[in-house]
Structures are given as C-alpha cells and as structure tokens.
Nanobody, 125 residues
Framework: VQLQASGGGLVQPGGSLRLSCAVSGFTLDHPAVGWFRQAPGKEREPVACLSTLNDITYYPDFVKGRFTISGDKTKNTVYLELNNLRPEDTAVYYC???????????????????RGQGTLVTVSS
C-alpha cells in the first residue's frame, strides 16, 4: 500500500490549491481515504475523508465549506481542493487510509495505518 501526495506550494491568503494523492497497492472501491495535516508544534488533525465505497464525505467543522475531497477511480487518485486559504492552514498535508475501514467518519477519527510523506502548503503574503 502506497500513497503519494503532491501539489503543495506557496499561496497567498484567499488563494487556492489542488492536492493530489496517488495510491497504489489497493483500489478506490472500498476503503476510506483521507487528508490530514500537521503544522509545526501542533497535533495531527483530519481535514477531509472520503469513503470510496459510497462516496460519502466527512469534514471537520473548521473546514466550513472551504475544502473539497474527491476521488477518481480510473486514475487511482484522491484530490483535495483547498479554497479561501488562510495563514493558519499552513501545514504538511498528507493522505492516508486504513483498509479495514470504509467509513469516512471513522477514518477521520483515527490514525491512518498507511500514509504518504506529505506535501507542504504555505499560506503567506
């Protein structure tokens, strides 16, 4: 099982980015896949999770409609659209999964058993 995140970079406040998570070793037809982030000195937190079984998504309250997670089964890729970015969104974003869970809510409330190295998102003017 491998997950590789990409698409991070430097963006101004209010800007947008699209992150990609290319997965291998499993297919996007059952497990939940999620995006998580960790800023320096802070704990890991979930950002968005997607059930590839039923396409149900879960977002924590702080996202408030700014982020959107989606998946492309034909490309084995999960995306995260980040809009209206704020300086406090600065963090390393990584994707993760736990093949034993298909619930997006469940994945976002546990540590993923498999995750990639992450991609840095910096929001600054």
């Amino acid at each position: 099982v491998q997950l590789q995140a990409s698409g991070g970079g430097l963006v101004q406040p209010g800007g947008s980015l699209r992150l990609s998570c290319a997965v291998s070793g499993f297919t996007l037809d059952h497990p939940a896949v999620g995006w998580f982030r960790q800023a320096p000195g802070k704990e890991r937190e979930p950002v968005a999770c997607l059930s590839t079984l039923n396409d149900i998504t879960y977002y924590p309250d702080f996202v408030k409609g700014r982020f959107t997670i989606s998946g492309d089964k034909t490309k084995n890729t999960v995306y995260l659209e980040l809009n209206n970015l704020r300086p406090e969104d600065t963090a390393v974003y990584y994707c993760g999964t736990d093949l034993g869970f298909s619930s997006s809510y469940a994945l976002c409330h546990r540590d993923p058993t498999d995750r990639g190295q992450g991609t840095l998102v910096t929001v600054s003017s």
